[in-house]
């Protein structure tokens, strides 16, 4: 049986949000069991030029949603940069998961060809949507969910590769 689009991506990407919000959980309880405030985790960074915890999380949220709407075709919702607490970050994960169960896979599956413009940096970009997917959405989502998982880590949250896997 082939793999189609819809298959690798959008299942792929509720399931790195899902360890994405694991990994908050183990981070929150970690703060709350050490005495940490959890705003201290949530303005954490690995370098002075990277996004603090909030914008790795906010970009893993874009990413995937950004990635599954340009393929379908659609207009994702936007969703203001604005949490600063556990509670808005887990909100923002979730409300991204709910997002994507929403898209209808008749819009993904088939769009391997379907062109793809974004714009970076001034520059447009143009792909195949299968190319998009596969070079450019899912390596730029793992590449935030996987720098969340290391600013935890960073900051002292006993965290594990099962955390970041999950179960299978």
Same mark, same amino acid.
């Given at each position: 049986? *082939?793999?189609? &689009?819809? $298959? /690798?991506?959008?299942?792929?990407? !509720?399931?790195?949000?899902? +360890?994405?919000?694991?990994?908050?959980?183990?981070?929150?309880?970690?703060?709350?069991?050490?005495? /940490?405030?959890?705003? +201290?985790?949530?303005?954490?960074?690995?370098?002075?030029?990277?996004?603090?915890?909030?914008? +790795?999380?906010?970009?893993?949220?874009? *990413?995937? %949603?950004?990635?599954?709407?340009? !393929?379908?075709?659609?207009?994702?919702?936007s969703?203001?940069?604005?949490?600063t607490?556990?509670?808005?970050?887990q *909100?923002?994960?979730?409300?991204?998961?709910?997002?994507?169960?929403?898209? $209808?896979?008749?819009?993904?599956?088939?769009?391997?060809?379907?062109?793809?413009?974004?714009?970076?940096?001034?520059?447009?970009?143009?792909?195949?949507? +299968?190319?998009?997917?596969?070079?450019?959405?899912?390596?730029?989502?793992?590449?935030?969910?996987?720098? *969340?998982?290391?600013?935890?880590?960073?900051?002292?949250?006993? &965290?594990? %590769?099962?955390?970041?896997?999950?179960?299978?």
């Open positions: 049986m *082939a793999l189609s &689009l819809y $298959d /690798i991506s959008v299942p792929v990407f !509720i399931r790195g949000l899902g +360890q994405l919000s694991h990994v908050l959980d183990k981070g929150l309880a970690h703060a709350q069991s050490a005495g /940490i405030d959890p705003a +201290q985790l949530v303005h954490a960074r690995l370098a002075p030029d990277m996004f603090t915890l909030a914008g +790795q999380v906010q970009s893993a949220s874009d *990413a995937s %949603k950004l990635g599954t709407a340009r !393929i379908a075709g659609v207009t994702a919702p969703f203001p940069d604005t949490e607490t556990y509670a808005e970050l *909100a923002r994960v979730a409300k991204t998961i709910d997002y994507l169960g929403s898209v $209808d896979r008749a819009l993904i599956d088939g769009a391997e060809d379907r062109e793809v413009t974004m714009k970076v940096r001034g520059a447009e970009l143009k792909f195949t949507g +299968q190319r998009y997917l596969l070079q450019f959405a899912l390596p730029n989502f793992f590449f935030h969910v996987t720098t *969340a998982y290391d600013v935890l880590r960073h900051s002292g949250v006993p &965290l594990s %590769k099962l955390d970041y896997l999950g179960r299978f």
